[in-house]
């Protein structure tokens, strides 16, 4: 069954960023299994080539776009592209982050180019993905924009307070952004995970942290990416169309807002 009542998903083409790798892999399989039209955008173009074909291969369709979701000129530039060659844009899972290549440390030894980076890029980045895809969204009056967020805010988890600020700061921008774009029939929320293990080694959690949320959780077992993709589908169908604005954890219960 179509997760959305009134239009085929073949009809809608779906965006993802951060699709080279780890989560965002999995929601490109995920909305090409439920036949989506989808594209695939990632800095690292190789690895995103690979996820492409991989899952057009599989009877998906799947086109990859290289960006930094940073740099305005190349959001533009891809974004032309992907509008040219799939004709819309309807979904926008704004998933890219710099996320798994943080070192963990104390606030006061993260420098300051570093701190920047990632502000820019994890919330600067998510702006801009809007902003150049909203004007097909905008003429097709729907819209699904889901930013990603995460569960460490909801816990204020230490040693990486510049990715806790960016994802706190993405929370506001999407209450914001769904007030003014509720009246375009466009929806946008925030989704904020907890600790999920995906192929790429990372060390944002220790191996005893984890097994201290696990332990924590109501549901307490592991995550993997697929504790996602069925919310996400969710929030990109029809059937969430009066759910704005708001801040989804999906952390097996450790943490409730
Ligand atoms: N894995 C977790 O436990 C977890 C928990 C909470 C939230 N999240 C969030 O979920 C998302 C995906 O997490 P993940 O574990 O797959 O992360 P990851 O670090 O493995 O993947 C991030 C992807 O974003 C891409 N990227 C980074 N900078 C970019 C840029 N400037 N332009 C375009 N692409 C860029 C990377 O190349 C990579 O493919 C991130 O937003 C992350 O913050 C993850």
Excluded at 25 to 41: P, S, W
Excluded at 77 to 85: D, G, P, R, V
Excluded at 115 to 125: E, F, R
Excluded at 145 to 155: C, L
Aim: glycine share 8%; net charge neutral.
């Amino acid at each position: 069954m179509s997760t959305n009542s009134q239009v085929p998903n073949s009809s809608r083409v779906v965006v993802v960023t951060g699709a080279a790798q780890g989560i965002g892999r999995a929601y490109v399989k995920e909305f090409c299994a439920q036949g989506y039209r989808v594209a695939a955008l990632d800095i690292n173009a190789k690895a995103v080539n690979q996820v492409a074909a991989e899952a057009s291969g599989h009877g998906g369709h799947c086109l990859p776009f290289e960006v930094d979701v940073g740099d305005e000129a190349s959001v533009a530039s891809a974004c032309h592209k992907l509008l040219e060659q799939l004709g819309s844009a309807d979904i926008l899972v704004n998933n890219a982050a710099i996320f798994s290549t943080l070192k963990m440390r104390p606030f006061e030894e993260i420098p300051l180019d570093e701190w920047t980076k990632v502000l820019h890029v994890n919330i600067t980045g998510t702006l801009l993905m809007v902003k150049a895809l909203l004007p097909s969204m905008r003429q097709r009056k729907w819209g699904r924009i889901i930013n990603v967020s995460s569960a460490a805010v909801t816990m204020g988890r230490p040693h990486y307070l510049h990715y806790t600020t960016s994802k706190a700061a993405v929370i506001g921008m999407t209450r914001s952004m769904a007030r003014e774009l509720g009246v375009s029939g466009i929806t946008v929320n925030a989704l904020l995970p907890g600790a999920i293990d995906t192929e790429i080694s990372r060390e944002t959690v220790t191996p005893a942290q984890k097994q201290a949320q696990i332990d924590m959780r109501s549901v307490p077992r592991e995550a993997t990416p697929q504790d996602l993709t069925g919310v996400v589908s969710f929030l990109a169908s029809e059937a969430s169309g009066f759910v704005t604005g708001q801040s989804l954890i999906v952390d097996g219960g450790l943490t409730f807002l």
